[in-house]
């Protein structure tokens, strides 16, 4: 989809407690993100830490994967990485992704439970359709995205639920799902 892009968002998160943190970045949220975005066509998946060292460990893993023995090795993980960045704040991401975009940026967040007006899955993939704008959607780790993001947000997509009162997707699930549901061919 040439106007979608993702980010995976480390802070500013919730803790269970409710209280704003930043959560680790893990390695496979990295390699299954990247392959699940390639795949379902997303321009750039962003992952967002304040933290220097964690930013330095996601370009360590990139560049063996980009440029190392892990190039050679899986050209494929290669190819998905080729889209991944890595990013010290939302912000940053918004003014990347406006640097590469003459369309207008709405920024849609994801949460797991119900928050008021949502967008539809059906209403996000007729935008995506009509192309006039084009969006960063954002996930959030740890116990979901701090208010402070959701308020600033344009859209809220509507969660992703099961049969079930159970409802902890990990993060790598609820990015698939939702990309399929907005890009995959059915």
Not at 70 to 87: C, H, M, Q, T, W
Not at 130 to 154: C, K, N, P
Not at 157 to 181: C, F, K, M, Q, W
Request: hydrophobic share 40%; aromatic share 8%; with cysteine.
């Amino acid at each position: 989809m040439v106007n979608l892009y993702i980010a995976l968002l480390h802070y500013p998160v919730c803790n269970k407690d409710g209280r704003v943190v930043t959560t680790s970045v893990t390695n496979m949220d990295i390699h299954d993100i990247s392959r699940t975005a390639r795949t379902y066509g997303v321009q750039r998946f962003y992952i967002v830490t304040p933290v220097m060292k964690q930013r330095e460990l996601v370009d360590k893993i990139l560049d063996h994967w980009r440029k190392g023995y892990g190039a050679s090795y899986n050209p494929l993980r290669k190819e998905a990485f080729e889209i991944v960045d890595v990013k010290e704040s939302l912000d940053a991401v918004i003014e990347d992704v406006s640097g590469r975009e003459e369309r207008k940026i709405q920024v849609v967040v994801t949460s797991a439970g119900p928050r008021g007006e949502c967008l539809r899955f059906d209403e996000f993939r007729d935008k995506l359709r009509d192309g006039s704008d084009s969006y960063l959607i954002v996930f959030g780790t740890g116990w979901g995205i701090a208010e402070e993001v959701m308020t600033r947000a344009d859209f809220l997509l509507e969660s992703i639920r099961g049969p079930g009162a159970y409802n902890h997707l990990p993060v790598r699930a609820a990015v698939a799902v939702t990309l399929d549901r907005l890009a995959g061919i059915h």
